[in-house]
């Protein structure tokens, strides 16, 4: 089993920053991807950022290219998401998973989900 934890939301203004980290603990010699997904109350949980654990290729929803970075710190088993130049419309519960196979945006392969961590974005 893996547990994550996320830590580092908040509320911030419109065009300012915030930096989400992802804590793993337990079998972590079982990831192979990190991902950052985000959900809005009542609606579908959506993908935001994928990173392979061990060899660096990094996917990004459209909505947040340019804006959002994800990055890991192996040593320290943890995935950050740096998200800048934050918009009203980025306001969401922002969840954490892991899986054990190659993966990007398919939200059905992630076998382990952090808790999740509220961001909200004033305009």
């Known amino acids: 089993q893996v547990q994550l934890v996320e830590s580092g939301g908040g509320l911030v203004q419109a065009g300012g920053s915030l930096r989400l980290s992802c804590a793993a603990s337990?079998?972590?010699?079982?990831?192979?991807?990190m991902a950052w997904f985000r959900q809005v109350s009542g609606q579908e949980r959506e993908f935001v950022a994928a990173?392979?654990?061990?060899?660096?290729?990094?996917y990004y929803a459209d909505s947040v290219k340019g804006r959002f970075t994800i990055s890991r710190d192996n040593a320290r088993i943890t995935a950050y998401l740096q998200m800048n130049g934050l918009k009203p419309e980025d306001t969401a519960v922002y969840y954490c998973?892991?899986?054990?196979?190659?993966?990007?945006?398919?939200?059905?392969?992630?076998?382990?989900w952090g808790k999740g961590a509220q961001v909200a974005v004033a305009s």
């Open positions: 337990g079998r972590t010699f079982s990831i192979a991807t």
């Open positions: 990173s392979s654990w061990r060899y660096g290729p990094t």
């Open positions: 998973a892991a899986s054990t196979k190659t993966n990007g945006d398919a939200i059905a392969r992630y076998e382990y």
